[in-house]
Protein backbone atom coordinates (compact mmCIF):
# COMPACT_ATOMS: atom_id res chain seq x y z
CA UNK A 1 0.00 0.00 0.00
CA UNK A 2 3.27 2.02 -0.04
CA UNK A 3 2.05 5.36 -1.99
CA UNK A 4 3.65 5.66 -5.86
CA UNK A 5 5.89 8.48 -6.74
CA UNK A 6 3.59 10.20 -8.47
CA UNK A 7 1.62 11.26 -5.70
CA UNK A 8 2.34 14.28 -4.06
CA UNK A 9 1.50 16.04 -0.88
CA UNK A 10 -1.57 14.44 0.97
CA UNK A 11 -3.78 13.55 4.18
CA UNK A 12 -5.46 10.96 5.84
CA UNK A 13 -7.90 10.67 8.63
CA UNK A 14 -7.20 7.92 10.77
CA UNK A 15 -10.09 6.38 12.98
CA UNK A 16 -9.55 5.39 16.18
CA UNK A 17 -13.26 4.83 17.59
CA UNK A 18 -14.44 6.64 20.93
CA UNK A 19 -12.67 8.44 23.48
CA UNK A 20 -13.29 9.17 26.93
CA UNK A 21 -11.54 11.16 29.99
CA UNK A 22 -8.80 9.60 31.53
CA UNK A 23 -8.02 6.82 28.22
CA UNK A 24 -4.78 6.22 27.51
CA UNK A 25 -4.80 8.42 24.19
CA UNK A 26 -0.81 8.05 23.44
CA UNK A 27 -1.84 4.46 23.65
CA UNK A 28 -4.31 4.37 21.58
CA UNK A 29 -2.40 6.29 18.96
CA UNK A 30 0.44 3.79 19.11
CA UNK A 31 -2.27 1.15 18.24
CA UNK A 32 -3.19 2.78 15.03
CA UNK A 33 0.08 4.00 14.09
CA UNK A 34 1.07 0.18 14.10
CA UNK A 35 -1.64 -0.27 11.74
CA UNK A 36 -0.63 2.50 9.94
CA UNK A 37 2.96 0.91 9.36
CA UNK A 38 2.45 -2.20 8.74
CA UNK A 39 0.25 -1.26 5.29
CA UNK A 40 3.39 0.70 4.98
CA UNK A 41 1.92 4.50 5.26
CA UNK A 42 3.95 6.07 8.03
CA UNK A 43 7.26 7.14 6.79
CA UNK A 44 10.09 9.45 7.94
CA UNK A 45 9.07 13.16 6.81
CA UNK A 46 5.43 12.33 8.14
CA UNK A 47 3.06 14.86 10.18
CA UNK A 48 0.77 12.98 12.54
CA UNK A 49 -2.25 15.84 13.62
CA UNK A 50 -4.23 15.43 16.71
CA UNK A 51 -7.27 17.32 17.47
CA UNK A 52 -6.85 19.46 20.55
CA UNK A 53 -10.21 18.13 21.75
CA UNK A 54 -9.25 14.36 22.33
CA UNK A 55 -5.76 15.25 23.75
CA UNK A 56 -7.99 17.53 26.07
CA UNK A 57 -9.75 14.84 27.19
CA UNK A 58 -7.66 12.51 27.62
CA UNK A 59 -6.20 14.63 30.02
CA UNK A 60 -9.81 15.12 31.58
CA UNK A 61 -9.03 19.09 31.50
CA UNK A 62 -12.40 20.29 32.96
CA UNK A 63 -13.43 23.17 34.75
CA UNK A 64 -17.15 23.82 35.99
CA UNK A 65 -18.94 27.39 35.75
CA UNK A 66 -18.88 27.00 39.54
CA UNK A 67 -14.94 27.13 39.40
CA UNK A 68 -14.68 29.93 36.86
CA UNK A 69 -17.19 32.43 38.63
CA UNK A 70 -14.65 31.57 41.55
CA UNK A 71 -11.29 32.60 40.10
CA UNK A 72 -12.92 35.70 38.37
CA UNK A 73 -14.23 36.96 41.86
CA UNK A 74 -10.53 36.02 43.81
CA UNK A 75 -8.70 37.57 40.44
CA UNK A 76 -10.63 40.44 40.61
CA UNK A 77 -11.50 40.64 43.38
CA UNK A 78 -15.40 40.95 43.07
CA UNK A 79 -18.03 40.74 45.98
CA UNK A 80 -21.55 39.15 44.50
CA UNK A 81 -22.94 42.92 44.37
CA UNK A 82 -20.54 43.95 41.86
CA UNK A 83 -20.62 45.37 38.43
CA UNK A 84 -18.97 43.18 35.87
CA UNK A 85 -18.02 44.34 32.38
CA UNK A 86 -17.45 42.00 29.34
CA UNK A 87 -16.67 43.03 26.05
CA UNK A 88 -16.41 41.95 22.74
CA UNK A 89 -16.84 38.30 23.10
CA UNK A 90 -17.68 36.21 20.22
CA UNK A 91 -21.19 34.91 18.98
CA UNK A 92 -21.29 31.34 19.97
CA UNK A 93 -23.30 29.03 21.83
CA UNK A 94 -20.51 26.19 22.03
CA UNK A 95 -17.38 28.57 22.38
CA UNK A 96 -18.74 31.52 24.49
CA UNK A 97 -22.32 30.70 26.22
CA UNK A 98 -20.81 28.94 29.36
CA UNK A 99 -18.40 31.23 29.90
CA UNK A 100 -20.48 33.43 30.15
CA UNK A 101 -22.27 31.63 32.72
CA UNK A 102 -19.29 31.75 34.94
CA UNK A 103 -18.34 34.98 34.77
CA UNK A 104 -21.77 36.47 35.51
CA UNK A 105 -21.91 33.79 38.33
CA UNK A 106 -19.45 35.70 39.72
CA UNK A 107 -21.70 38.47 40.87
CA UNK A 108 -25.04 36.94 41.02
CA UNK A 109 -26.47 40.04 43.25
CA UNK A 110 -24.65 42.44 40.65
CA UNK A 111 -25.06 43.39 36.88
CA UNK A 112 -22.80 42.25 33.79
CA UNK A 113 -22.76 44.39 31.24
CA UNK A 114 -22.18 42.94 27.59
CA UNK A 115 -20.73 45.01 25.46
CA UNK A 116 -20.94 43.24 21.72
CA UNK A 117 -19.65 44.38 18.73
CA UNK A 118 -21.74 44.94 15.61
CA UNK A 119 -22.91 44.03 12.84
CA UNK A 120 -20.34 40.78 13.89
CA UNK A 121 -18.26 39.30 16.02
CA UNK A 122 -14.32 39.36 15.23
CA UNK A 123 -14.40 36.01 13.59
CA UNK A 124 -17.66 37.03 11.49
CA UNK A 125 -20.93 35.69 13.45
CA UNK A 126 -23.49 38.13 12.62
CA UNK A 127 -25.12 40.21 15.75
CA UNK A 128 -27.38 41.77 13.75
CA UNK A 129 -27.90 42.55 10.28
CA UNK A 130 -25.79 45.10 8.44
CA UNK A 131 -29.40 46.59 7.47
CA UNK A 132 -30.00 46.98 10.77
CA UNK A 133 -27.17 48.83 11.97
CA UNK A 134 -27.00 51.37 9.38
CA UNK A 135 -30.63 51.98 10.81
CA UNK A 136 -29.82 52.03 14.98
CA UNK A 137 -26.89 54.07 13.74
CA UNK A 138 -29.41 56.51 12.10
CA UNK A 139 -31.52 56.79 15.09
CA UNK A 140 -28.91 56.47 17.82
CA UNK A 141 -25.47 56.79 16.64
CA UNK A 142 -22.31 54.52 16.83
CA UNK A 143 -23.86 53.02 20.32
CA UNK A 144 -26.88 51.73 21.10
CA UNK A 145 -28.62 49.54 23.79
CA UNK A 146 -30.22 46.02 23.12
CA UNK A 147 -33.50 47.08 23.70
CA UNK A 148 -33.22 49.64 21.81
CA UNK A 149 -33.74 47.02 18.35
CA UNK A 150 -37.13 47.32 16.46
CA UNK A 151 -36.95 43.75 15.40
CA UNK A 152 -35.43 40.11 15.59
CA UNK A 153 -31.88 39.22 15.35
CA UNK A 154 -31.29 36.23 14.52
CA UNK A 155 -28.08 34.57 13.11
CA UNK A 156 -28.67 33.72 9.48
CA UNK A 157 -27.18 30.54 9.55
CA UNK A 158 -27.83 28.99 12.91
CA UNK A 159 -30.77 30.78 13.60
CA UNK A 160 -30.07 32.10 16.98
CA UNK A 161 -31.07 35.33 18.44
CA UNK A 162 -27.52 35.53 20.36
CA UNK A 163 -28.99 38.87 22.18
CA UNK A 164 -31.10 37.30 23.81
CA UNK A 165 -29.22 33.61 24.38
CA UNK A 166 -26.57 36.01 26.43
CA UNK A 167 -29.26 37.91 28.27
CA UNK A 168 -30.83 35.02 29.02
CA UNK A 169 -27.58 33.41 30.04
CA UNK A 170 -26.64 36.05 32.46
CA UNK A 171 -30.39 36.18 34.13
CA UNK A 172 -30.19 32.30 34.53
CA UNK A 173 -27.32 33.27 37.17
CA UNK A 174 -29.08 35.79 39.33
CA UNK A 175 -27.56 38.54 38.09
CA UNK A 176 -29.04 41.62 35.96
CA UNK A 177 -28.09 41.77 32.47
CA UNK A 178 -27.35 44.84 30.55
CA UNK A 179 -26.62 44.45 26.83
CA UNK A 180 -24.98 47.22 24.51
CA UNK A 181 -23.39 47.33 21.04
CA UNK A 182 -21.00 49.47 20.16
CA UNK A 183 -17.31 48.63 18.48
CA UNK A 184 -15.55 51.17 20.90
CA UNK A 185 -14.01 49.46 23.85
CA UNK A 186 -14.33 52.86 25.88
CA UNK A 187 -17.90 52.70 26.31
CA UNK A 188 -18.22 49.82 29.11
CA UNK A 189 -16.48 52.68 31.33
CA UNK A 190 -19.55 54.87 30.90
CA UNK A 191 -20.88 52.07 33.35
CA UNK A 192 -18.72 52.25 35.88
CA UNK A 193 -17.84 48.71 36.24
CA UNK A 194 -15.78 47.02 38.57
CA UNK A 195 -13.32 45.18 36.79
CA UNK A 196 -13.77 44.37 33.31
CA UNK A 197 -12.76 41.22 30.96
CA UNK A 198 -11.74 41.61 27.60
CA UNK A 199 -13.19 38.37 26.32
CA UNK A 200 -12.16 38.77 22.40
CA UNK A 201 -9.78 36.11 21.22
CA UNK A 202 -7.16 37.62 18.72
CA UNK A 203 -7.36 41.04 19.82
CA UNK A 204 -7.84 40.49 23.04
CA UNK A 205 -4.40 42.54 24.19
CA UNK A 206 -5.21 45.58 22.35
CA UNK A 207 -8.58 45.89 24.09
CA UNK A 208 -7.16 45.55 27.10
CA UNK A 209 -4.48 48.14 26.83
CA UNK A 210 -6.98 50.55 26.30
CA UNK A 211 -9.41 49.52 29.03
CA UNK A 212 -6.79 48.78 31.68
CA UNK A 213 -5.48 52.09 32.68
CA UNK A 214 -8.77 52.99 33.74
CA UNK A 215 -10.47 49.88 35.31
CA UNK A 216 -8.35 46.56 36.54
CA UNK A 217 -8.98 44.38 33.35
CA UNK A 218 -7.94 41.05 31.99
CA UNK A 219 -8.26 38.68 29.04
CA UNK A 220 -10.19 35.09 28.96
CA UNK A 221 -6.38 33.36 28.51
CA UNK A 222 -5.83 35.03 32.31
CA UNK A 223 -8.08 32.41 33.58
CA UNK A 224 -8.36 28.93 34.43
CA UNK A 225 -4.54 29.24 33.77
CA UNK A 226 -2.66 27.81 36.31
CA UNK A 227 -3.79 25.36 38.85
CA UNK A 228 -5.62 26.44 41.82
CA UNK A 229 -6.76 24.76 45.35
CA UNK A 230 -5.67 21.55 44.29
CA UNK A 231 -7.33 21.54 40.81
CA UNK A 232 -5.57 19.89 38.17
CA UNK A 233 -7.60 21.42 35.25
CA UNK A 234 -5.46 24.33 33.78
CA UNK A 235 -4.15 25.43 30.21
CA UNK A 236 -1.85 27.96 29.96
CA UNK A 237 -4.39 29.49 27.17
CA UNK A 238 -6.54 29.86 29.64
CA UNK A 239 -10.43 30.20 29.17
CA UNK A 240 -9.26 30.82 25.07
CA UNK A 241 -10.00 27.94 22.97
CA UNK A 242 -12.85 26.31 25.50
CA UNK A 243 -15.37 24.16 24.18
CA UNK A 244 -18.67 23.54 26.22
CA UNK A 245 -18.68 19.98 27.39
CA UNK A 246 -21.89 18.22 29.24
CA UNK A 247 -23.47 19.89 32.20
CA UNK A 248 -21.58 23.41 33.19
CA UNK A 249 -18.68 21.87 32.38
CA UNK A 250 -15.69 23.57 29.68
CA UNK A 251 -13.33 21.36 28.10
CA UNK A 252 -10.00 23.50 28.00
CA UNK A 253 -7.69 23.05 25.40
CA UNK A 254 -4.46 21.08 25.91
CA UNK A 255 -1.72 21.43 28.68
CA UNK A 256 1.58 21.36 27.43
CA UNK A 257 0.54 21.04 24.26
CA UNK A 258 4.76 21.04 22.82
CA UNK A 259 5.52 18.73 25.46
CA UNK A 260 2.82 16.36 24.55
CA UNK A 261 3.88 16.70 21.08
CA UNK A 262 7.47 15.91 21.55
CA UNK A 263 7.02 13.07 24.19
CA UNK A 264 5.17 11.48 21.18
CA UNK A 265 7.32 12.29 18.73
CA UNK A 266 9.90 10.27 20.98
CA UNK A 267 7.80 7.17 21.27
CA UNK A 268 7.00 6.92 17.83
CA UNK A 269 10.73 7.18 16.89
CA UNK A 270 11.47 4.37 19.15
CA UNK A 271 8.46 2.08 18.32
CA UNK A 272 8.88 2.36 14.63
CA UNK A 273 12.10 4.35 14.11
CA UNK A 274 10.60 6.74 11.96
CA UNK A 275 11.15 10.09 12.25
CA UNK A 276 8.16 12.58 12.11
CA UNK A 277 6.45 15.42 13.61
CA UNK A 278 3.62 16.38 15.25
CA UNK A 279 0.87 19.22 15.15
CA UNK A 280 -2.28 19.41 18.28
CA UNK A 281 -4.39 21.19 15.94
CA UNK A 282 -7.89 23.18 16.96
CA UNK A 283 -9.85 25.09 14.38
CA UNK A 284 -8.18 26.03 11.35
CA UNK A 285 -7.55 29.62 9.97
CA UNK A 286 -10.00 29.35 7.07
CA UNK A 287 -12.80 32.09 5.99
CA UNK A 288 -15.86 30.49 4.65
CA UNK A 289 -16.14 32.47 1.84
CA UNK A 290 -20.27 31.92 1.75
CA UNK A 291 -20.92 33.22 4.81
CA UNK A 292 -17.82 35.46 5.89
CA UNK A 293 -17.35 33.76 8.47
CA UNK A 294 -13.88 33.07 10.07
CA UNK A 295 -13.77 29.58 11.46
CA UNK A 296 -10.49 30.17 13.65
CA UNK A 297 -12.42 30.82 17.06
CA UNK A 298 -9.10 29.39 18.88
CA UNK A 299 -6.28 31.82 20.08
CA UNK A 300 -3.90 30.03 17.16
CA UNK A 301 -4.30 27.03 15.14
CA UNK A 302 -2.14 24.99 17.05
CA UNK A 303 -1.45 24.10 20.50
CA UNK A 304 1.03 22.27 20.15
CA UNK A 305 4.02 21.48 17.47
CA UNK A 306 7.76 19.80 17.13
CA UNK A 307 10.80 21.65 16.87
CA UNK A 308 10.87 20.79 13.16
CA UNK A 309 7.90 22.51 12.42
CA UNK A 310 7.82 25.13 15.25
CA UNK A 311 8.42 28.79 13.26
CA UNK A 312 9.19 27.38 10.12
CA UNK A 313 7.84 29.24 6.80
CA UNK A 314 6.28 27.61 4.35
CA UNK A 315 7.78 29.24 0.65
CA UNK A 316 7.54 27.83 -2.56
CA UNK A 317 8.03 28.94 -6.34
CA UNK A 318 5.50 29.79 -8.82
CA UNK A 319 5.64 27.06 -11.26
CA UNK A 320 3.00 28.92 -13.75
CA UNK A 321 5.39 31.81 -13.67
CA UNK A 322 8.60 30.28 -14.28
CA UNK A 323 7.24 27.15 -16.99
CA UNK A 324 5.46 30.46 -18.98
CA UNK A 325 8.83 32.17 -18.78
CA UNK A 326 10.93 29.02 -20.23
CA UNK A 327 8.53 28.15 -22.88
CA UNK A 328 8.88 32.07 -24.53
CA UNK A 329 12.20 31.41 -24.05
CA UNK A 330 12.07 28.74 -26.50
CA UNK A 331 13.00 25.58 -24.09
CA UNK A 332 11.86 22.33 -24.79
CA UNK A 333 9.63 20.73 -22.27
CA UNK A 334 12.57 18.42 -20.88
CA UNK A 335 14.74 21.37 -19.77
CA UNK A 336 11.84 23.25 -18.51
CA UNK A 337 10.64 20.49 -16.02
CA UNK A 338 14.58 20.40 -15.11
CA UNK A 339 14.82 24.26 -14.50
CA UNK A 340 11.60 24.21 -12.18
CA UNK A 341 13.33 21.28 -10.20
CA UNK A 342 16.04 23.43 -9.34
CA UNK A 343 14.34 26.22 -8.97
CA UNK A 344 12.82 24.91 -6.47
CA UNK A 345 15.30 23.74 -4.41
CA UNK A 346 17.29 26.81 -4.61
CA UNK A 347 16.93 29.56 -2.17
CA UNK A 348 15.86 32.97 -3.44
CA UNK A 349 14.84 36.03 -1.48
CA UNK A 350 11.31 36.34 0.00
CA UNK A 351 10.52 39.09 -2.48
CA UNK A 352 11.82 37.05 -5.53
CA UNK A 353 9.63 36.89 -8.89
CA UNK A 354 10.41 33.47 -8.61
CA UNK A 355 8.19 33.59 -5.62
CA UNK A 356 5.87 35.78 -6.60
CA UNK A 357 1.89 34.52 -5.62
CA UNK A 358 3.03 32.37 -2.82
CA UNK A 359 3.14 33.75 0.29
CA UNK A 360 5.15 32.06 3.07
CA UNK A 361 2.93 31.05 5.72
CA UNK A 362 3.89 29.43 8.86
CA UNK A 363 3.59 25.51 8.60
CA UNK A 364 2.19 24.67 12.02
CA UNK A 365 -0.63 27.28 10.19
CA UNK A 366 -1.33 25.27 7.20
CA UNK A 367 -0.58 21.82 8.72
CA UNK A 368 -3.77 22.60 11.47
CA UNK A 369 -5.97 24.15 8.71
CA UNK A 370 -5.26 20.96 6.62
CA UNK A 371 -6.04 18.89 9.36
CA UNK A 372 -9.12 20.50 10.54
CA UNK A 373 -10.71 20.30 7.02
CA UNK A 374 -10.30 16.77 6.86
CA UNK A 375 -11.10 16.19 9.79
CA UNK A 376 -13.88 18.49 10.05
CA UNK A 377 -15.75 20.53 12.90
CA UNK A 378 -18.62 18.61 11.81
CA UNK A 379 -16.35 15.58 13.26
CA UNK A 380 -15.53 12.74 11.01
CA UNK A 381 -14.42 10.12 13.13
CA UNK A 382 -10.75 10.68 12.58
CA UNK A 383 -8.90 12.37 15.42
CA UNK A 384 -5.79 11.48 13.75
CA UNK A 385 -4.92 12.96 10.72
CA UNK A 386 -1.47 11.81 8.83
CA UNK A 387 0.08 14.06 6.42
CA UNK A 388 2.25 13.20 3.65
CA UNK A 389 4.96 14.76 2.12
CA UNK A 390 3.94 18.32 2.70
CA UNK A 391 7.86 19.08 4.02
CA UNK A 392 10.42 18.28 1.73
Known amino acids: MKLPDYVGPCAFGIKM ?74 ASRNRFALVLKGLAQAVPQGEVVLQLSYPADEVGNQIISPELAQEMEKKKGTCFAAEDLNRGHAHPLTGVDYIRLYKETIESTGARPRIILCNDPRKILEYRPDAVIAADIHT ?142 REREINSIESEGTTPRRLEDVLASLADLVSGSADAGTPMVLVKRIIS
Open 17 to 90: GVIVPGCDFTGMMLDALEKVDRDELLSDGDVICITESVVARSQKNYVTTDEVAEEVQEVLSLKPHHRLGVVFPI
Open 204 to 345: REKTKAIIEPHVRCITLQELCCTSRGGREACCEWGLLGSNMSSGNRLKLAPREGDRYACDLQEQIKTKFGKEVEVVIYGDGAYKDPSSGIYELADPKPAFGVTPGINSVMRTGVKYKYLIDLHHEEGKPEEEIRSMVEKASK
